[in-house]
Nanobody, 115 residues
Framework: QVQLVESGGGLVQPGGSLRLSCAASGSIFSFYLMGWYRQAPGKQRELVALIMNGGTTNYADAVKGRFTISRDAAKNTISLQMNSLKPEDTAVYYC?????????WGQGTQVTVSS
């Protein structure tokens, strides 16, 4: 079973930045894609950004131009750099990894954007 551990969440003011990291227990190239999802109170979990095994990235319209997903194969981690944060970005952020055997999820990390 793959273990995914997120870190980097917290409280930030509007316009600020945060960087989330997700450490995988194995090689990130064992997954054909990895990504970040978020779930705000009372809302469904939604895709934020993903990175394919070949390096292609994709972003939700709400975060394009503000968030950047990246990976470090040597450390088996992916990261999400979040800039120009807005109150509507407040949510629990989850790391996801998808392989031929299915999806793995991290425990989630809270991001709160508030003044």
């Amino acid at each position: 079973q793959v273990q995914l551990v997120e870190s980097g969440g917290g409280l930030v003011q509007p316009g600020g930045s945060l960087r989330l990291s997700c450490a995988a227990s194995g090689s990130i190239f064992s997954f054909y894609l990895m990504g970040w999802y978020r779930q705000a109170p009372g809302k469904q979990r939604e895709l934020v950004a993903l990175i394919m095994n070949g390096g292609t990235t994709n972003y939700a319209d709400a975060v394009k131009g503000r968030f950047t997903i990246s990976r470090d194969a040597a450390k088996n981690t992916i990261s999400l750099q979040m800039n120009s944060l807005k109150p509507e970005d407040t949510a629990v952020y989850y790391c996801n990894a998808r392989s031929v055997t299915g999806d793995s999820w991290g425990q989630g990390t809270q991001v709160t954007v508030s003044s």
